[in-house]
């Protein structure tokens, strides 16, 4: 099958206003929403990269703030992201321990129905150098639907022909970002494309539209645009806007298309249905 790379990516720059009065003013409803919030985690941790002992803090957008002020901040965005929702519409939330228990419980106040919280158990996780507890391997995503009583979509026979045609579990092996998806520079907090990839063929159908309310580099849009969905991603910080822009230029050239999906183990499986 030949897939469709949607020409559309539209990336709002919003450098100065924030996510949440952006989102009031689209008069839009998706059809499914991937967010990767801040975790409000940088408060000055060390790791080791190459050797080398280096802070891992990512940004002030990411510094820590009070469990009210995040429980604050998780509410505003959920539920504006619920206006542009269709009502048959799912959203994904990533997280670690730092949020995601915040998130979970915003999810419910608002009304949404949590459908799974997914562990992506990471292949290839960075060593813990304080050798105190147990090293850090996973992140959440939580999926949930914007109405309890109204049915979603999900492609049920897809994820089982992804995982050798047994029933997909709610933990994905996964591994972390690799070196060819920084092709266009580095953001501090970037989600591998095979983790996007499988969200949107689980949730989406062809030609869909996709929002991404912190989409950084824009994994979500590129994801999309690989599979043939259609992506509008917001974000506050200009250089990652400018990272997104570039990753999608080069999806005009279709020899790194090809290479991308051929990297992507679940976009190669899919293209084998869709033939
Ligand atoms: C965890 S990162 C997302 C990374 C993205 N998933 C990727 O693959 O590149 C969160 C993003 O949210 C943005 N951000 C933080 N606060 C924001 C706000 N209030 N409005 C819009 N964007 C915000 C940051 O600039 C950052 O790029």
Same mark, same amino acid.
């Given at each position: 099958m030949n897939l469709i790379i949607s020409q559309i990516i539209e990336i709002l720059h919003c450098c100065k206003v924030i996510v949440f009065s952006l989102l009031s003013e689209i008069d839009f409803q998706f059809d499914t929403i991937f967010a990767d919030p801040p975790?409000?985690?940088?408060?000055g941790g060390i790791s080791v990269q190459s050797g080398k002992v280096v802070c891992v803090d990512k940004g002030d957008w990411d510094k820590g703030i009070s469990s009210e002020e995040m429980n604050v901040f998780n509410k505003t965005w959920l539920s504006l992201c619920r206006q542009n929702l269709k009502d048959n519409g799912t959203i994904w939330s990533s997280g670690t321990y730092h949020n995601i228990f915040s998130v979970a419980n915003c999810l419910t106040e608002l009304g949404y129905k949590i459908l799974n919280v997914i562990?992506?158990?990471?292949?290839n996780p960075p060593p813990?150098?304080?050798?105190?507890? #147990?090293?850090? !391997?996973t992140e959440f995503v939580i999926w949930a639907r914007k109405n309890p009583d109204v049915p979603h979509y999900f492609d049920y026979q897809l994820m089982k022909k992804l995982n050798d045609n047994k029933q997909m579990t709610d933990v994905w092996r996964l591994p972390a970002?690799?070196?060819?998806?920084k092709s266009c520079g580095k953001h501090p907090t970037q989600k591998p494309l095979a983790l996007l990839t499988r969200i949107i063929l689980a949730s989406t159908k062809p030609n869909e539209w996709v929002l991404d309310? #912190?989409?950084? !580099?824009?994994t979500t849009g590129i994801a999309a645009n690989l599979i043939g969905r259609k992506y509008l991603g917001i974000d506050k910080q200009t250089q990652f806007l400018e990272i997104s822009k570039n990753r999608r230029e080069e999806l005009n050239s279709q020899k790194r298309v090809d290479l991308y999906r051929s990297k992507l183990k679940d976009i190669v499986k899919f293209s084998q249905r869709e033939e």
């Open positions: 975790y409000f985690l940088s408060n562990t992506w158990a990471k292949t813990n150098i304080s050798c105190r507890y #147990f090293t850090h !391997s970002i690799a070196k060819w998806e309310p #912190f989409c950084g !580099s824009s």
